[in-house]
């Protein structure tokens, strides 16, 4: 891992930019820890970082005032990183199918997600590991966030992550669902009610999958982008639970 830039937003978080081989990615830690302080890794849709940066950002400064750092990284195919061709020809095609109000097959799932998924997370373990040998990182680690293949992914085949806060959301093939089954971490599932880019039964079904023995489904009405600002106050307690 290489630090490439760093900068003190205006609430005193340390924002630092990094790459990790030719992936980016950006940490940020709280202003004030006197000691090693749990991670929260998060997780974005693939839009590249500097079109989800204002979230992102967001996101974290709300994990550093409850004493959490917070990063993420540039996930395959998006921002300046080498286009797949394979996963723009399914982009192109979902968005045909959906134009033409056409049921978007299980095919077209799995080619859409799952080369991401498989891609991705072992590059998430890769910052994970460069991210625990730093001074001020330490204890347990969390997921936050989209894409949920791949935060569901994580969460069977990662054992130093403890819990996860996952948006539901995105296409699920059917071999995650199955993954699903196996996640036995405590679980907080955010879910938009009138999100219309998002089956609201594909999300439940997949709820209903997770074969953690603590999950708990938070659902409230609106769509996509309307997530009231208590639902991330209870992601924190949950956080605060199960990391501290």
Known sequence: MQFTSEQHLDDGVLERAFTLGEIPGILWTPASASAPVPLILLGHPPLGL???????????RHCAAEGFAAATIELPGSG??????AAEQARAELR???????????????????????????????????LLTLPEIGGAVGYSGGVISIGVRLAVVEPRISAAVLFAGSFVPRAIVEEARQVSIPLHVLLQWDDQGNDRQAA?????AFGSK???????????TGVPPFAGDAADQFFTRHLK
Not at 80 to 85: E, K, M, N
Not at 204 to 208: A, H
């Open 50 to 60: 500097r079109t989800m940066y204002p979230r992102l950002a967001a996101r974290a």
């Open 80 to 85: 300046d990183r080498p286009r797949r061709a």
């Open 96 to 130: 045909r199918v959906m134009e033409a109000g056409e049921p978007v097959s299980d095919g077209l799932v799995d080619a859409l997600v799952l080369p991401l998924v498989d891609t991705a997370v072992p590059e998430w373990q890769a910052a994970l590991d460069a």
């Open 204 to 208: 439940l079904d997949l709820f209903d």
């Open 214 to 224: 603590e999950k708990t489904l938070h659902a409230n009405m609106g769509g996509h």
